[in-house]
């Protein structure tokens, strides 16, 4: 290499070093994102739960419900959390709540404002049978579709407020099981949660 070629490689890197690091920021981004895309893990292998209250332990919570579920391919457990007395409840109920929570626990004291027909499954004669029979069932315009929860099975994990509060499965879930928009009857992480903390 001749001393022309090593003054300019010398000039070029000198006025032209932030252009290589800023693509090389941008293409580790890009990759970051494919890579995200592509091993994206399947919505039945992850669990999202919104609490209407706060949840005091998430790691608790995630660690023991992979242990309890690992038999049907949990790999991941998410909480949403807003307290009802604050301004932003009704927003964060809404917009991640129902379109991302398998599980959303909502105070009794929200539900009649709420349309629950339209983002919760509707607990048929079938299902009830099969999953929550001789649970305390919320019906709204004589439809079933929460189970009271069991507020002493969660109490290490979560402060929920001081009244009956209710489980209800979104009707958009792929933990549903049979009930899902893609039915698969192994896939029912979100029928089993309700079942276990129900009461």
């Given at each position: 290499?001749?001393?022309?070629?090593?003054?300019?490689?010398?000039?070029?890197?000198?006025?032209?070093?932030?252009?290589?690091?800023?693509?090389?920021?941008?293409?580790?981004?890009?990759?970051?994102?494919?890579?995200?895309?592509?091993?994206?893990?399947?919505?039945?292998?992850?669990?999202?739960?919104?609490?209407?209250?706060?949840?005091?332990?998430?790691?608790?919570?995630?660690k023991?419900?992979?242990?309890?579920?690992?038999?049907?391919?949990?790999?991941?457990?998410?909480?949403?959390?807003?307290?009802?007395?604050?301004?932003?409840?009704?927003?964060?109920?809404?917009?991640?709540?129902?379109?991302?929570?398998?599980?959303?626990?909502?105070?009794?004291?929200?539900?009649?404002?709420?349309?629950?027909?339209?983002?919760?499954?509707?607990?048929?004669?079938?299902?009830?049978?099969?999953?929550?029979?001789?649970?305390?069932?919320?019906?709204?315009?004589?439809?079933?579709?929460?189970?009271?929860?069991?507020?002493?099975l969660?109490?290490?994990?979560?402060?929920l407020?001081?009244?009956?509060?209710?489980?209800?499965?979104?009707?958009?879930?792929?933990?549903?099981?049979?009930?899902?928009?893609?039915?698969?009857?192994?896939?029912?992480?979100?029928?089993?949660?309700?079942?276990?903390?129900?009461?």
């Amino acid at each position: 290499m001749n001393s022309i070629k090593k003054n300019r490689i010398k000039n070029n890197m000198r006025y032209m070093w932030p252009v290589y690091l800023v693509s090389a920021v941008v293409i580790a981004i890009i990759l970051n994102v494919i890579f995200g895309i592509v091993h994206k893990l399947p919505a039945y292998k992850t669990l999202t739960i919104f609490v209407s209250g706060e949840v005091t332990d998430s790691k608790g919570l995630q660690k023991d419900l992979l242990e309890k579920y690992q038999d049907k391919e949990l790999k991941s457990v998410t909480t949403i959390s807003a307290k009802p007395n604050e301004g932003h409840y009704n927003t964060k109920l809404t917009v991640p709540g129902y379109s991302s929570a398998d599980v959303l626990i909502i105070p009794i004291s929200k539900l009649n404002n709420l349309d629950i027909g339209y983002f919760a499954l509707d607990l048929k004669d079938e299902l009830i049978t099969s999953f929550y029979s001789g649970y305390t069932l919320y019906s709204q315009k004589e439809v079933n579709y929460g189970i009271k929860i069991n507020k002493e099975l969660v109490k290490s994990y979560m402060n929920l407020p001081n009244e009956d509060c209710y489980m209800f499965l979104n009707g958009g879930s792929q933990n549903i099981g049979e009930y899902a928009n893609k039915p698969n009857k192994d896939h029912d992480l979100a029928l089993q949660l309700v079942k276990d903390w129900g009461i």
